[in-house]
């Protein structure tokens, strides 16, 4: 860990560097290092090793080797991970993130460019200005840096022309200012001989403007740690050694703190006084914006992992609904409906992203029509929280602004947002509370309400074991309804189509329809395919416990196949019909249903049986 800069430390400045693969951004730093004298002797003996081992400059020093730890990027020769490393000039100290080129790779490109201040964009003299090296400028625009080197590498293969540098230069310039990049410096070099890394190369003597070093040196950047800021503090873990304590353990973010001063923690909106700072080392009488601190109030208030306490004057917003940028990373891409988790600083909460307004086409910067984002893509969606989070907008707050987005299953990071501002429609619709309620109507009805689920491929016989038991509750004097994939396809979901995003928002429409017939107080039958194991988790969890039965029914594909009532799979064979579950689209089969039927053992009328009874057992009926 980099200690905070004392008053007569030079100050800290983090860079990253990206650009297209094999543009030398692992040579360029290794070459920043050694020209700066910043090696010992046994880091250069092993250099030498390295290079002679696994280099690629047939024996010379690969200074790419001092970043490229992974054996992986040795064999390849390639940047996987982001790579930190931690140098000192007399000027200034750095903290340098060299981060992958490869498109696959974006999410480790964005984690660099994450907490850095300036960026320096490479890229190859004899390939230009790439599709990847715009994909990073537009990323390094939106994650909030201003400041941009364009490091022009490997002049040396195109003779150090003067010509082809100014045609670059003028080409980025243009691209950035779009994207209001102002505040561009282009720098012409050949990193692996050392021209203008860190004194100007006799190569170019057409070129007078700084060095790579000397921009790092000198180069401005905006500080987030202004004391007048209002304070914010991130509370990370709270803290209660014994029944005699109870502190706050988090990260001061923006401001300064101090014993007495009004606070109002948030989401929740109380109020309390700051009693105590403590650290290991004793009690402060401040702290200041990076500090890491245990917050002591005056008074008993519900503070949990995720609360943000703020200046009681100058509160930050609430809300649960968002518009935000999305960079997508998984190579599943993002499904409109589906439900995800979302990392809001401390906190992870569920989340679920609307259809995109648009996605970001990086060579063009047009906005073009999205339905979903893909993997490495770039779009704008509404998003919405299970629960209202304090957030300011990310121009504002990096720490505040932004969000990852997790795979629920996997906890794989799927995507990074960030926030541009609160829908307002959070803020103004609220419950309207009713004397009649669920209990009312389920009373009036005599029995409890409930959602049967069936789930299992087409030609399952789900639709048939559905109406069977309807059939039954119904003469029984129970008050039903069924919801059938095929007869919604023909009104609320006939706009949908069989893509993976349209499966999911099918589901995500019936979950809430079911949702609302429970609390009408019906039993209520749901029969779909619904292929995925998150959408029916989804549907579940809109539901009281005891509410949600899942009924898998259990048929395998050649069985299914050979009844086909209605020639799909056949269509699908033929490769008339895309999209078609069991075929050419997965079905992820329950993992633990509330009841399993087996269609090679069971009639329908058995089926509809043991269904009626699982439903008796759980007090239903």
């Not at 002679?52 to 790419?64: N, P, Q, S, V, Y």
């Not at 293969?157 to 209001?180: D, N, P, Q, W």
């Not at 069924?482 to 993976?500: E, M, P």
């Amino acid at each position: 860990m980099v200690p905070r800069c004392g008053a007569d430390e030079p100050d800290l400045l983090r860079f990253l560097t990206c650009g297209s693969v094999d543009d030398g951004k692992s040579t360029l730093i290794g070459r920043l290092l050694y020209e700066s004298k910043l090696l010992h002797a046994d880091q250069l003996a092993a250099l030498e090793a390295d290079s002679k081992r696994h280099g690629t400059r047939a024996g010379e020093l690969d200074f790419a080797l001092l970043v490229d730890g992974l054996a992986a990027e040795r064999e390849q020769g390639i940047t996987i991970d982001v790579a930190y490393r931690f140098f000192a000039t007399e000027r200034r100290r750095y903290i340098v993130a060299d981060t992958p080129g490869h498109e696959q790779y974006t999410r480790n490109m964005v984690t660099g460019a994450s907490t850095a201040d300036v960026a320096v964009i490479l890229l190859d003299a004899g390939k230009g200005v790439l599709t990847q090296t715009r994909r990073h400028t537009h990323l390094v625009s939106l994650l909030g840096i201003r400041r941009v080197v364009l490091a022009v590498n490997k002049l040396d293969l195109v003779g150090y022309s003067r010509a082809v540098f100014e045609s670059i230069s003028a080409e980025f310039r243009g691209f950035a200012g779009e994207l209001g990049l102002d505040e561009v410096t282009c720098v012409p070099m050949s990193a692996v001989h050392g021209c203008n890394v860190v004194a100007l190369g006799e190569e170019t003597p057409w070129y007078q403007g700084p060095t790579l070093l000397e921009w790092l040196e000198s180069v401005q950047v905006e500080r987030h740690d202004d004391p007048a800021a209002p304070a914010r503090f991130l509370v990370q873990w709270v803290n209660r050694p014994d029944p005699g304590f109870r502190g706050f353990a988090g990260r001061l973010l923006h401001g300064v703190l101090r014993p007495g001063d009004q606070v109002r923690t948030l989401p929740g909106g109380r109020e309390s006084t700051v009693a105590r700072i403590v650290t290991m080392d004793g009690d402060l009488a401040e702290a200041e914006a990076g500090a890491s601190v245990t917050v002591v109030l005056a008074d008993e208030i519900d503070v949990s992992r995720g609360a943000v306490l703020v200046a009681a004057d100058a509160c930050t917003q609430v809300s649960d609904a968002f518009q935000a940028h999305l960079v997508w990373f998984d190579e599943q891409e993002m499904l409109p409906g589906r439900q995800y988790l979302a990392k809001f600083g401390a906190q992870t909460l569920g989340l679920t992203v609307d259809r995109p307004k648009y996605r970001v086409d990086v060579d063009s910067l047009a906005r073009l029509p999205a339905r979903t984002l893909g993997p490495g893509e770039v779009g704008v969606a509404n998003v919405h929280t299970a629960a209202p989070v304090p957030f300011e907008q990310y121009r504002d707050s990096r720490d505040l602004g932004s969000f990852l987005v997790l795979d629920r299953l996997t906890s794989n990071t799927a995507g990074a947002g960030m926030v541009d501002f609160a829908l307002r429609r959070s803020a103004n619709v609220r419950w309207q509370r009713l004397t009649v309620d669920k209990a009312a109507r389920a009373e009036g009805n005599g029995h409890r309400p409930c959602v049967v689920w069936f789930t299992g491929l087409s030609a399952a016989g789900k639709s048939t074991i559905a109406d069977l038991v309807e059939s039954a509750l119904h003469s029984d004097g129970r008050r039903t309804y069924v919801l059938d994939g095929d007869n919604v396809r023909h009104g609320l979901n006939k706009d949908l189509g069989f893509t993976d995003a349209d499966r999911v928002e099918n589901i995500r429409r019936i979950a809430e329809v079911a949702a609302l017939m429970v609390d009408a107080g019906l039993i209520v039958l749901v029969s779909f395919i619904s292929p995925f194991r998150a959408e029916r988790a989804m549907a579940r969890e809109l539901l009281a416990p005891g509410e949600f039965c899942e009924v898998y029914v259990d048929t395998p594909l050649e069985v299914a196949e050979r009844r086909d009532p209605k020639g799909l799979y056949a269509k699908a064979r033929r490769g008339e019909l895309a999209n078609f579950t069991g075929i050419d689209s997965p079905y992820e089969p329950p993992e633990d249903p509330e009841l399993r039927l087996d269609t090679t053992a069971l009639t329908p009328e058995l089926a509809a049986g043991a269904v009626l009874e699982k439903l008796a057992a759980m007090g239903v009926i």
